[in-house]
């Protein structure tokens, strides 16, 4: 072999390796570490709104000023105020149901794909992802509209005389379960069908062969084999979910927020960079958990050979 | 156990499994088509069969997969062809093993027992006894992937043992081994066949897998059954053209009876050749008929015999193929009717080959080696 290669190919193999790795400090270490060090500034009516600013040209005494600046005090103001409790935890609970809803109603959808015949199947995973050729912010805009007292669902709904007087979905949080559970079914339904469309469905066969009636068959065959589908598209819906703005925006209630929209407040409306960036850091701290449970069985996935 | 058992010859035998005019059709096409067989208890069964013929089908029938569309399928004294495959008392091992990916040989193995909720102990020691017979022990903590092609086969096969079926379903089971490992397993199944006592219905489209494990063969041809016997009878007395052309080599000549006679029959074939077979009740004078020769009952020689006006026909050596154990020449005959192939043991080792390409030769035979088929 030429040694020449060799090297050229080392070299490339580090280069892809690295590259990713470079990628995630320039794009995420990088900017996260500015949101962790604005997280422990102080606020201040200034130009950026915090204090201190590192100033390079004082040199040792410089970075001692700016050191001593820093502070836990905004990490402290998550704790104080309850606002910021009750937001985090609606926030994960309207995570929880959704996605427990888009698991629900995404599984039978993306079995039912799967076991469609083939030349039908790349046809409904197009109708699944049709949706992304709208705007997101249209298609939520949509939903005010179909919402709305005289919207379409009431209409329908009180020509079929399941009501007599408007519902006002608008402004609640079904309207944002709603909202959620439409936007983000197709991050549920294509990681499913990715699993389920590989399974082998002679195991169903072999199962039922040794007496497994179809719903023990379903429980004790398909979903543990779906299992890397689940976990792939609950994460992929919980994690994005719970950081969600736009949708509790525009169709939820001013009674109650959630994070998102308590961080777009604190940034946007109060000018609190520092205490918009400890809410983020928590919000991220709270997200590494699931992550790291995905890791885990992506591991054991890879381990099961398959 | 194996010389004196022939419980299809007996006529006071109940079978076990009963097919009765079954039809099945998929989509307009038919699999099955009015197909009755009888499987008696303890037997080793083979469906053999082209691709497409309907054999795969008959199995999923009787597994449960498929419902027939007509006609009734029996076991014991139960119409089974509607009972859901979890509530038979039959068990399959696939082609493709099925094993589950997830679990754990032992845990594959106890799948079946755990359905019926026996008691824990029942069944460790059920999968314990499986895991020996099938020569397993020690790979219990493991997973499919991490086996063999030839364990996965023996899982699958404990796996299809463990409730003790009373009719064991094997689809092609040896399809996927290589060709040494397939010879072994085979006669490892005939002893564990024979051991068990359990009724197997193999399905295979390799004949020679079916004569050396079955008692009794069912060659399938569009969905009906071309024959049923045991393979001896198989090889040496076909019921018809097609079965004798898809069971081994044959030579087939057409010819017309001249002589029908207790003492044998007469036939005169194409080129004005004559030849003389054992006789039968069933044929007369003016029949056409079709002489069916195996390669291994033709003489070859390069002097004329002294017999040469019956059962013999002159060539030219076209082809010679060796084999190791046998070679195979094959012969265009002077008389335009065709090609032969005649096989000739290799006997002796490093012998000169008598006869080469583009020799003159003669083929002869006894009477009794031509079987005559009507069909």
Redesign the interface.
């Known amino acids: 072999m030429n040694p020449g290669t060799t090297t050229l190919g080392g070299f490339g193999a580090r280069l892809v390796v690295w590259l990713p790795y470079a990628w995630l400090v320039v794009f995420f270490l990088v900017p996260f570490l500015i949101v962790l060090k604005i997280s422990l500034s102080q606020t201040a009516i200034a130009l950026p709104p915090y204090v201190p600013v590192l100033d390079p040209s004082a040199g040792w005494d410089g970075i001692r000023t700016f050191l001593a600046g820093l502070g836990l005090d905004n990490y402290a103001t998550l704790f104080s105020d309850e606002i910021y409790g009750l937001s985090y935890l609606k926030s994960l609970k309207i995570a929880a149901v959704s996605t427990a809803i888009l698991l629900a109603i995404g599984y039978p959808l993306a079995y039912g794909m799967a076991r469609a015949p083939r030349r039908l199947q790349s046809m409904l995973v197009m109708l699944v992802i049709l949706p992304f050729w709208t705007s997101f912010l249209i298609r939520v805009y949509a939903w005010i509209n179909i919402l709305q007292s005289d919207g379409l669902l009431n209409r329908v709904l009180q020509v079929l005389h399941l009501i007599d007087a408007p519902v006002a979905w608008l402004a609640s949080d079904t309207a944002i379960y709603i909202g959620i559970v439409y936007s983000y079914l197709p991050f549920m339904v294509l990681p499913l069908y990715a699993t389920l469309e590989k399974m ?1 469905f ?2 169903l ?9 179809p719903a ?1 068959a379903f429980w ?2 398909t979903v ?2 779906s299992l890397p589908g689940i976990a792939a598209g609950a994460l992929l819906c919980f994690i994005p979910i719970t950081g969600e703005f736009v949708i509790p925006d525009l169709l939820g209630g001013s009674d109650s927020l959630m994070i998102g929209q308590t961080l777009w407040t604190e940034f946007f409306a109060n000018k609190d960079w520092p205490v918009a960036s400890a809410i983020a850091v928590v919000l991220l701290i709270l997200l590494v958990g699931p992550i790291l449970v995905y890791q885990h069985l992506q591991m054991r996935n890879v381990e ?3 | 156990m194996r010389r004196d058992f022939a419980p299809w010859a007996d006529p006071n035998a109940r079978p076990l499994v009963r097919f009765e005019a079954v039809t099945k059709r998929f989509a307009g096409v038919t699999a099955v088509d009015r197909l009755s067989l009888d499987i008696y208890a303890g037997e080793f069964f083979a469906l053999l069969g082209p691709s497409g013929c309907g054999k795969t089908t008959l199995l999923r029938m009787l ?3 498929e419902t027939p569309d007509e006609g009734a399928i029996r076991l014991g004294s139960d119409d089974i062809g509607r009972v ?4 038979r008392p ?3 091992m ?1 082609q ?1 093993y ?5 679990l754990t040989v032992a845990d594959n193995i106890a ?2 027992l755990r ?2 909720r026996l008691p824990r102990q029942t069944i460790e020691a059920r999968v314990a006894e499986l895991m020996t017979l099938t020569r397993l022990d020690g790979l219990e903590r493991r ?1 499919p ?2 086996l063999s092609g030839g364990q996965r086969q023996r899982v699958a096969l404990a ?2 043992l ?2 003790r079926p009373k009719v064991l379903l094997l689809d092609e089971p040896l399809a996927a081994l290589d060709k040494k490992l397939r010879e072994e397993t085979q006669f490892e199944l005939m002893d564990l066949q024979d051991r068990l006592g359990t009724t197997f219905v193999i399905v295979t489209h390799d004949q020679e897998e079916a004569m050396t494990v079955a008692h009794r063969i069912a060659v399938m041809n569009q969905g009906r059954l071309a024959q049923v016997a045991p393979p001896r009878e198989l090889y040496e007395h076909p019921a018809s053209r097609w079965v004798a052309g898809f069971i081994g080599d044959v030579n087939l000549l057409d010819g017309v009876i001249l002589a029908a006679d207790p003492s044998g029959l007469v036939i005169e074939g194409r080129g004005g050749l004559r030849y003389r077979a054992a006789a039968g009740a069933e044929f007369k004078a003016g029949q056409d008929v079709t002489l069916a020769l195996r390669p291994e009952k033709l003489r070859i020689a390069r002097q004329q015999p002294d017999n040469a006006s019956e059962n013999c026909v002159a060539g030219r050596v076209h082809d010679i193929a060796y084999l190791g154990d046998i070679s195979l020449y094959r012969v265009l005959l002077g008389s335009g009717t065709g090609m032969m192939t005649a096989s000739v043991a290799n006997a002796s080792r490093l012998a000169d080959r008598s006869i080469d390409w583009a020799d003159q030769v003669w083929l002869s035979w006894e009477p009794d080696a031509a079987v005559v088929l009507t069909q």
């Open positions: 082998d002679t195991l066969e072999a199962a039922a062969d040794l007496g497994a009636r023990a004790r065959i543990p084999l099961a050979g398959g | 597994a449960g997969f859901p495959p979890y509530r039959v068990n399959m696939f493709s099925a094993l589950f990916p997830h799948f079946g359905q019926e997973k992937h991490q796996r299809s463990a409730k």
